[in-house]
């Protein structure tokens, strides 16, 4: 069973920087990740995307989180890691971690989420 776990998520204060990190494992053999990312809550209780990267390295982010959040990831280890930078109270936010995994020679994937780690920037 497919499993991420996240890391970092901590109180900081305006204008700080925290680390999230999201290990997947579990994978079976025939399983490869193609996309791999962070989320968080909208106002309407939807997740949105904050960051994500595909397999071939493509990075796309949310307008809000542009020049300050950077996303990297360790294809040999499947971990994906958020550094957040010049956070602001409007980032507070439970962060999930997102992995659209397909099996070979299948076309459709099949996405698998974190439990989420709480982030929480005070004014």
């Known amino acids: 069973q497919v499993q991420l776990v996240e890391s970092g998520g901590e109180p900081v204060q305006t204008g700080g920087s925290l680390r999230l990190s999201c290990r997947a494992s579990?994978?079976?053999?025939?399983?490869?990740?193609?996309?791999m990312g962070w989320y968080r809550q909208s106002p309407e209780n939807q997740r949105e995307l904050v960051a994500s990267?595909?397999?071939?390295?493509?990075?796309k982010y949310a307008d809000s989180v542009l020049g300050r959040f950077f996303l990297s990831r360790d294809y040999a280890q499947n971990t994906v890691s958020l550094q957040m930078h010049s956070l602001r109270p409007d980032d507070t936010n439970v962060y999930y971690c997102?992995?659209?995994?397909?099996?070979?020679?299948?076309?459709?994937?099949?996405?698998?989420w974190g439990q989420g780690t709480q982030v929480t920037v005070s004014s």
């Open positions: 990267i595909s397999s071939d390295g493509i990075t």
């Open positions: 579990g994978l079976a053999a025939n399983m490869r990740i193609n996309t």
């Open positions: 997102n992995a659209a995994v397909r099996r070979l020679g299948r076309s459709y994937e099949n996405n698998y």
